[in-house]
């Protein structure tokens, strides 16, 4: 019997995508953390900036989510996701088809005093680190 691929095998349409923001510093790593609970990235970034789609996609998810603000999930093609969260106002409404680079919500201050992102990536569900598919 054939066996599934291991989950370490991304797609080719999963290759060097642009971030989500044009400037950021990484302020948490993907993985995970002291308790061993697997992390979301964390991007740091200043006032006024947009997330952008990383892929063409559709926006599946458009709204609110408890801990995590304003959140916009978007579907790619293979069966990828990428989560853009603690987002201060959305630029989308689910059902938007966007591209690649498309302003998907604006970036806030958040409790800490910082504007941050939370960025993940999926494929089926299952987190995957975005350094292995970010340009």
Same mark, same amino acid.
């Given at each position: 019997?054939?066996?599934?691929?291991?989950?370490?095998?991304?797609?080719?349409?999963?290759?060097?995508?642009?971030?989500?923001?044009?400037?950021?510093?990484?302020?948490?790593?993907?993985?995970?953390? *002291?308790?061993?609970?697997?992390?979301?990235?964390?991007? $740091?970034?200043?006032?006024?900036?947009?997330? !952008?789609? @990383? /892929?063409? #996609?559709?926006?599946?998810?458009?709204?609110?989510?408890?801990?995590?603000?304003?959140?916009?999930?978007?579907?790619?093609? *293979?069966?990828?996701q990428s989560?853009?969260a603690l987002? $201060?106002?959305?630029?989308?409404?689910?059902? !938007?088809? @966007? /591209?690649? #680079?498309?302003?998907?919500?604006?970036?806030?201050?958040?409790?800490?005093?910082?504007?941050?992102?939370?960025?993940?990536?999926?494929?089926?569900?299952?987190?995957?680190?975005?350094?292995?598919?970010?340009?």
């Open positions: 019997p054939s066996r599934p691929p291991p989950t370490d095998n991304l797609p080719s349409s999963a290759r060097r995508w642009p971030w989500p923001l044009e400037d950021y510093r990484i302020v948490r790593r993907f993985g995970p953390d *002291d308790r061993g609970t697997l992390q979301p990235m964390l991007l $740091a970034t200043q006032a006024g900036m947009q997330a !952008t789609a @990383v /892929a063409p #996609g559709d926006v599946r998810f458009a709204g609110s989510m408890r801990q995590l603000g304003q959140v916009v999930i978007v579907h790619h093609p *293979d069966n990828l989560v853009y987002c $201060a106002e959305l630029l989308v409404e689910e059902g !938007t088809q @966007v /591209a690649s #680079g498309d302003a998907l919500c604006e970036i806030g201050l958040n409790r800490n005093g910082r504007h941050d992102l939370l960025f993940d990536l999926r494929q089926g569900g299952n987190p995957i680190d975005p350094r292995r598919v970010l340009k």
